[in-house]
């Protein structure tokens, strides 16, 4: 193993995280040889294989899983050297990997903005994708952190509240129902309705509501982005029940509308989290307390336009000052929804 170098590990880790050689090349501007190349000595350092290929498909050896861990950890380890370094120098600076689920990206983008500016020296990567795929991706310490609006069941995480996030049921702005108030969770059920795909949270989060109530759906077509599903709402193809923050940006003509039903909002908030025990790096630290601040910004303007605007508020939930402060213990835990 000490004939290893740096660059064949970098190489074998993006082999094993794209589950391809061509994939990895890509990533990383080498030709496919080269990538071949270089596992192929790395193999011959580890004395044992590293891939199993099956047709077309490579898998893991168990030596191979042991390396990517080791390899991961040994990355995260240089990153903070570097993170600590650039600390000490008085600057922060480093790379910032975030994953974060679909509706995060109505206000995450926005926020990193201002916090590129500020912080010029950070590169971030930004992962938008669903709740499975978020999962996915913390079991493998793919991120620095990550923001979902549920708790991942089979592993202990650090999380903090940073906004909330209320799904509603959306509709065309012409809708019958539009006009209509209180309206019965059954009225919603006999509707045509457009659902997210398997694996979404929110799907989930529908789908527990209608179960808890003994009612199914009417679904007509699952799509897997928020974007789509409102465009076709808009095209008269059904109801369906999103974030509020998917439509936050849409001018007040928008083509929909959210309707009046009883049990909504679904409340949810969004969670920065990470695994307990991981050691955050600076330049994660740095983020995670300007998203904090930013969130609580963000949640009092909301609370404010509520009192100016009581109609479209159906419910108060705007979380307390003592909803922000860190929960490490799953005792701590809101319940799943
Ligand atoms: P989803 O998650 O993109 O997996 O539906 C959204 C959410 O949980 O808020």
């Given at each position: 193993m000490k004939q290893a170098t740096l660059h064949q590990l970098k190489v074998f880790e993006a082999v094993a995280r794209h589950n391809s050689f061509t994939r990895a090349a890509e990533e990383l501007f080498l030709t496919q040889p080269t990538v071949s190349m270089q596992v192929k000595q790395l193999t011959k350092a580890v004395g044992m294989?590293?891939?199993?290929?099956?047709?077309?498909?490579?898998?893991?050896?168990?030596?191979?899983?042991?390396?990517?861990?080791?390899?991961?950890?040994?990355?995260?380890?240089?990153?903070?050297?570097?993170?600590?370094?650039?600390?000490?120098?008085?600057?922060?600076?480093?790379?910032?990997?975030?994953g974060v689920i679909t509706t995060a990206k109505y206000f995450v983008p926005r926020l990193l903005g201002p916090f590129c500016k500020?912080?010029?020296?950070?590169?971030?990567?930004?992962?938008?994708?669903?709740?499975?795929?978020?999962?996915?991706?913390?079991?493998?310490?793919?991120?620095?952190?990550?923001?979902?609006?549920?708790?991942?069941?089979?592993?202990?995480?650090?999380?903090?509240?940073?906004?909330?996030?209320?799904?509603?049921?959306?509709?065309?702005?012409?809708?019958?129902?539009?006009?209509?108030?209180?309206?019965?969770?059954?009225?919603?059920?006999?509707e045509p309705f457009i659902m997210r795909e398997p694996g979404s949270g929110t799907r989930k989060a529908v789908q527990a509501l209608f179960d808890?109530?003994?009612?199914?759906?009417?679904?007509?077509?699952?799509?897997?982005?928020?974007?789509?599903?409102?465009?076709?709402?808009?095209?008269?193809?059904?109801?369906?029940?999103?974030?509020?923050?998917?439509?936050?940006?849409?001018?007040?003509?928008?083509?929909?509308?959210?309707?009046?039903v009883q049990h909504f909002p679904i409340e949810r908030y969004w969670y920065a989290i990470y695994p307990n025990g991981k050691q955050l790096s600076i330049v994660a630290r740095t983020f995670l307390d300007y998203l904090l601040i930013e969130g609580k910004q963000l949640a009092e303007q909301t609370a404010k336009r509520k009192m100016a605007d009581p109609v479209s508020s159906s419910k108060n939930t705007t979380p307390s000052a003592e909803d922000f402060e860190d929960r490490e213990h799953p005792a701590d835990r809101p319940p799943a929804n």
């Open positions: 294989p590293l891939f199993d290929q099956v047709g077309k498909r490579l898998y893991l050896t168990q030596a191979g899983e042991e390396l990517v861990k080791t390899c991961r950890e040994l990355f995260d380890k240089l990153d903070q050297f570097e993170m600590t370094i650039a600390d000490l120098k008085g600057l922060k600076q480093g790379r910032l990997r975030l500020r912080y010029p020296g950070i590169d971030v990567s930004l992962q938008v994708t669903n709740h499975e795929h978020i999962l996915n991706r913390l079991n493998e310490n793919l991120d620095d952190l990550y923001v979902m609006s549920q708790l991942p069941e089979s592993m202990e995480v650090t999380y903090k509240l940073v906004l909330e996030n209320p799904l509603v049921v959306l509709a065309p702005a012409n809708h019958p129902l539009a006009q209509e108030k209180n309206i019965p969770l059954e009225r919603i059920a006999s808890e109530h003994k009612l199914s759906l009417k679904v007509q077509l699952d799509l897997g982005s928020n974007e789509a599903i409102k465009q076709a709402i808009a095209g008269g193809l059904g109801l369906s029940i999103l974030s509020l923050h998917t439509v936050a940006l849409e001018v007040p003509n928008s083509q929909l509308t959210v309707l009046d």
